[in-house]
């Protein structure tokens, strides 16, 4: 069911504090922790605590904990400060989504090409 913790997840895992990883920012709503294989001298994932399959799932069931999500991508940005970064979220296989809990990649801190991938 959406929103509740799922057995599979890593990233409920990570929540729950049964996987390790590099926290940098929690809220009451939110984890922030750092890339195990990152992209950019700043790649931090940030997820909602509650499970959601993907951005545009959470964003259509809970669209104040997607404001959460957002608004700990600028204060990723701003510890780490990045005066640039982008905010990307990976919506299935073929964007390259492996683990299926919505969460933010904040990538910052080198130049950024466009178009990406």
Same mark, same amino acid.
């Given at each position: 069911?959406?929103?509740?913790?799922?057995?599979?997840?890593?990233?409920?895992?990570?929540? *729950?504090?049964? /996987?390790?990883?590099?926290?940098?920012?929690?809220?009451?709503?939110? /984890?922030?922790?750092?890339?195990?294989?990152?992209?950019? %001298?700043?790649? /931090?994932?940030?997820?909602?605590?509650?499970?959601?399959?993907?951005a545009?799932?959470?964003? &259509?069931?809970? %669209?104040?904990?997607?404001?959460?999500v957002?608004?700990?991508?600028? &204060?990723?940005a701003?510890?780490?400060?990045?005066?640039?970064?982008?905010? /990307?979220?990976?919506?299935?296989?073929g964007?390259?989504?492996?683990?299926?809990h919505?969460? *933010?990649?904040?990538?910052?801190?080198?130049?950024?090409?466009?178009?990406?991938?």
């Open positions: 069911m959406a929103g509740e913790p799922q057995d599979d997840c890593l990233f409920c895992k990570i929540v *729950a504090g049964h /996987v390790p990883a590099t926290i940098v920012r929690e809220t009451d709503t939110t /984890v922030a922790f750092r890339d195990i294989n990152p992209q950019a %001298p700043t790649h /931090v994932l940030v997820i909602p605590k509650a499970h959601y399959t993907d545009a799932t959470l964003a &259509a069931a809970a %669209p104040d904990l997607a404001a959460d957002l608004r700990e991508t600028q &204060a990723v701003d510890e780490d400060k990045l005066e640039s970064y982008r905010i /990307v979220f990976n919506t299935g296989t964007a390259g989504q492996t683990v299926f919505a969460h *933010a990649h904040v990538v910052g801190g080198r130049g950024l090409q466009w178009p990406p991938g």
